[in-house]
């Protein structure tokens, strides 16, 4: 799969939307680590048109909620903010097969 999305980020998604009262009716939750990319952008895009932004960026709240989640773990072991973007690039190699932060 050359074009993938993490099933890490998909859980977020799916708590993001439990927090929010939403049903999380997108892509079945899958026992691999990637998911096709055109899977989670299709769902997101139906999210977007069916609640707006504000749902979409409130995603990320689930985070409080997610302490075991081992993504979520490693970036917390960071000791400072560069420390904390050196993890967060290392695993978005692993996430996104195409995104990338990039500090200048």
């Known amino acids: 799969m050359s074009d993938f999305a993490s099933e ?3 859980r977020l998604v799916r ?3 439990q927090r929010q009262g939403l ?3 997108g ?3 899958v026992r691999s680590a990637h998911v096709p990319l055109a899977d989670k952008r299709t769902w997101l ?3 977007w048109q069916a609640h707006g932004p ?3 960026v409130r995603l990320g709240e689930a985070v409080h909620g997610m302490d075991d989640e081992p993504l979520l773990l490693a970036l917390s072991l960071a000791r ?3 420390d904390l973007l ?3 690039q290392r695993l978005e190699r692993f996430v996104h097969s195409r995104h990338r932060v990039r500090v200048s």
């Open 54 to 56: 504000d749902v979409i």
């Open 86 to 88: 050196q993890r967060w």
């Open 15 to 17: 708590a993001g939307l």
């Open 23 to 25: 049903a999380a009716d």
């Open 45 to 47: 895009d139906r999210l």
């Open 80 to 82: 400072d903010p560069p």
């Open 27 to 29: 892509p079945p939750a």
């Open 8 to 10: 890490a980020m998909l």
